[in-house]
């Protein structure tokens, strides 16, 4: 739960729920979640704000590697709910993970650029990350994600204000190498 104020210093009264359940068959995780953000309701008072702020950069952990709902951005308005699948296979020298999201609002949202001020389709979009590490040695792992969202025109009036100007099919990849020095870790017991 948030209240207080927020950055703005509007009254804040928010919440965010989550709940998930995984299971292990052998090299396999796997499991369904739920996250849920609230948000302002539709013609709220501009006083007073239930728009849940993560405040803290853990995006990556719980809503996806391409960062739609992020600290610097936060939830939409209309909060946010995220149905989401998570599936990890693990070995001693590879992992491969695939986590699949549904995004939609947690409340109606009224499109301000049209006539009457219609709500918006709650759903916002699906996103698919996929992360591959491969151990190289005891301190150096390479690191391969891939991840796209198949977005709509509600996700481009939530983060942009806009409708039907933008590409709905956003995709990203990188590469990384982690190297994780073994003389810390030797300084470490070395000390004691």
């Known amino acids: 739960f ?22 292990q068959q052998g090299k396999f995780t796997f499991g369904p979640g739920y996250d849920y953000l609230s948000g302002d309701k539709p013609r709220a008072l501009a006083s007073k704000t239930q728009r849940f702020d993560p405040l803290y950069a853990t995006a990556h952990k719980f809503w996806g590697y ?3 709902f992020y600290v610097g951005t936060g939830s939409a308005i209309g909060g946010l709910q995220n ?32 006539p009457n001020a219609p709500f918006i389709k709650k759903n916002l979009g699906n996103e698919v990350d996929m992360v591959a ?13 891939y991840s796209f969202m198949a977005a709509n025109n509600s996700l481009e009036y939530v983060k942009k ?11 990203w990849a990188y590469l990384s190498i982690n190297i994780r020095p073994d003389f810390l870790e030797k ?3 070395d000390k004691k």
Request: contains cysteine; aromatic residues 14%.
């Open 187 to 189: 300084s470490a017991k």
């Open 161 to 171: 204000g806009t409708i039907n100007q933008t590409d709905h099919s956003p995709q």
């Open 83 to 114: 149905a989401y699948f998570k599936t990890k296979y693990t070995s001693k020298t590879f992992a491969l993970a695939c986590d699949i999201h549904h995004f939609a609002l947690a409340e109606n949202m009224l499109n301000t650029s049209l």
């Open 66 to 68: 391409m960062d739609y």
């Open 2 to 23: 948030q209240n207080g104020t927020d950055k703005e210093g509007v009254a804040l009264n928010a919440s965010y729920y989550t709940g998930s359940v995984l299971f």
């Open 133 to 145: 590490n491969y151990t190289l040695n005891k301190f150096t792992v390479l690191e391969l994600g």
